[in-house]
């Protein structure tokens, strides 16, 4: 069976992946796209000639109709490809398409499977040269599919407000305000919804990225709808009695570890994520990031001035402690309006209860708080392993990945393969285990060959799967090993809906699938989501970086410039985020900049990664032998192992004209199957080498899905 896609770009795959030759072609892909909205009726050999030979004679029209046909049945392999004969009309037996079931879910009723499957606009950045006839038809059929599209998402809107679900209202009309920037009552009802959530900073937040979109990109001011929504939520909130609205917001900060030793750590950061998950599963909850909560750890803030940073009503605090087998915890719910006390319960149990104290814990927050009229009720929390001891040795590892340094990383692995060896069916250790796996292969978290480590995290993800094939974590993991090692890019994007299929409001899969669709080339899906995750989780360094590394590879340069603006005013002398800052700035000429940007950070505290990134400065700015000299030691620690400055290394050799030396250590990426290979072909600073025969046998190589440019804007879109 062949599948052909339309939404987002424009492509004909088969079993293994996109299908070259007349595949690839664009009068064939008009073809295909003027045939794919007829469905069962067809269109006419006249109708089609006319949209694609307009100028042409008669006899030689028809004559080139022939011909493309023929060209699509041989390539494609498909003989009965199409039917009919004045009729022509794609075979649905042999070749289906999205198009189709985008129709068949709006005719089914199924508008949130309508709005999946609409993955941008119809043949996004296709166009035929020369061409009116088809430009137009593509120009109302775009129009016509996104109006349908428009009206399935705001009738999902609709729906899950009438029932009070103001996540899911502020979640759809966050789709049509993002798919029509220039629809005012969508905002409106954005920031209405956003609002009810309890995330009156997020709207705010959404509200002013919205109107720089509009100046920047319509040179527009906000329609008086907007503004006056916008003035209502700036309005300053009355004071309130110590009760909550309903469907509140809620955060759990980190539970204090009251034990003397330090080490310790890891079990009370363990109990706040199981708690803040638990308490995530309860319908009509919205509950604050784990992350987003961590940053007030051990700081003493009035209750009201956390509650209204975090756009909650309600704050879970409370310690515990752990000696020998015995666990102590005390836990209070405190209101957000006044920093009154709602409940208190102090509990003595022993390690082996550990999960029935969590999901008592959810109970007891839920019972006091007015979710519905008969109270609430948390979902029960499942053990996810029988073995106490392996449950403590996940948390450890938990504790230890989220730092994301080489020496946790490993130390984190050593724990999960702990937790497995107590018990070989904990499908979350072994999902643990491949996350850690896999950062490790990857050159900007470890330092581990990728040879060596990424085929131990895909058996780990693929045993984590076996044992619950419905656990996201396994499958975003698994999703990023296809993407990173295997470069096989369908079974990545398939991960990864699966993992949000599972858990749509799942950040790192959100971000995941984002740099996913930036390296395709599908740039405005990409940014959506990732600006999605860093909603979802907005104080997430990792996530938030990655809003202008999708802004970069889209080439809008001045976009990315502006988020990492954001992010070192939030946090300075990250040198990552330096580093993204000197290589946006190269990529405009502006090498002084990058320069100026890089030494920001102390020489010895650079990575190699950050030194690379001086020594192509330098040679931008024309100081040759001072980058030579940079390249030297750099290139010995990239023999040693140390890939991080790959990048950068690479991208000072083009500069100073050396493309030999450049293209041996492209071939590094093929050698050692680096995951930095992934990002080869949106690279801006690559731009140069297409076409080149060395670089374009490097691309057939990686089995890249196909891309058609689009000269206007200068970026890329995926087909």
Known sequence: MLWFRTF????????????????????????????????????????????????????KVFHRLTQLLYALRRD??????????????????????????????????????????????????????????????????????????????????????????WAATASWWQQLAQADPLDARAVVRLLGALDAVG?????????????????????????????AAVARLRQPVAPRAPTLPLAPAIAVLPIVNMMPEQENEYFSDGMTEEITGALSRVPGLRVASRISALRFKGKEIDPRQIAEQLGVSALVSGTVRKIGNRIRMMVQLVSGADGCQLWSETYDRTLDDVFTLQEELARAIVAAL?????????????????????????????????????????????????????????????????????????????????????????AAAIEALRLDPRLPEAHTWLGAVHFLFDWDWDA?????????????????????????????????????????????????????????????????????????????????GRELTAIWFARTLAALGRYGEALDRMSLIPEAQRSAHGSSMVALALAGLGRRDEALALCQPLRRRIEAGVQSALPGLIDTYIRLGDEGAAFDLLGLYLETRSGLAAFVRVEVLYDGLHGHPRYEELLAKMRFPSLVRAPQRGIEVGL
Request: with cysteine; glycine share 8%.
């Open 76 to 165: 494609l392999r498909a003989d009965d490809l199409f039917l009919g004969s004045a009729e022509l009309r794609l075979n649905s037996a042999v070749i289906r398409s999205d198009l189709q079931e985008f129709n068949r879910a709006l005719e089914a009723g199924d508008f949130a499977l309508a709005a999946r499957t609409y993955r941008g606009p119809f043949l996004e950045g296709f166009f035929l040269d020369e061409v009116p006839e088809f430009d137009r038809w593509l120009e109302t059929e775009r129009e016509r599919l996104a109006e349908r599209f428009r009206a399935a998402v705001e009738s999902l809107a609709e729906e899950a407000d009438r029932r009070g679900d």
């Open 370 to 458: 007015p979710l519905t009229a008969d109270g609430g009720s948390a979902p029960p929390v499942r053990a996810p392993t029988a073995a106490v001891d392996a449950y403590t040795l996940y948390l450890r590892g938990r504790y230890s990945v989220l730092k994301r340094t080489p020496e946790s990383l490993a130390l984190a692995a050593e724990y999960f393969e702990q937790a497995v060896e107590r018990d070989p069916r904990y499908a979350l250790a072994h999902a643990g285990l491949a996350e850690c796996r896999m950062l490790q292969g990857f050159p900007e978290f470890g330092e581990v060959p990728p040879l060596e480590t990424m085929p131990k995290a895909k």
């Open 8 to 59: 987002g770009g424009l492509s004909v795959e088969g079993p293994d992946g996109p299908l070259g030759g007349a595949a690839t072609q664009r009068k064939a892909l008009a073809l295909l796209a003027l045939l794919a909205p007829a469905g069962s009726k067809g269109t006419s050999r006249e109708k089609l000639v006319v949209y694609l030979w307009p100028e042409s004679p008669g006899d």
């Open 199 to 227: 995330d009156r900073a997020g709207a705010l937040r959404f509200a002013r990225a919205y109107e720089a979109r509009l100046r920047a990109d319509y040179d527009l001011e906000v329609e008086p709808a907007v503004a």
């Open 492 to 572: 990545a994007e398939a991960e990864f809906r699966r993992a949000l299929q599972l858990r749509p409001e799942n950040p790192w899969a959100q971000t995941w699938y984002a740099v996913y669709l930036g390296v395709v080339g599908r740039h405005v899906e990409g940014i959506r989501r990732v600006q999605y995750a860093v909603a979802l989780e907005p104080a997430a360094p990792q996530i938030r970086l990655c809003v202008p590394r999708c802004y970069y590879w889209a080439r809008q340069h001045e976009a990315a410039l502006e988020s990492l603006e954001e992010l070192w005013r939030a946090e300075p």
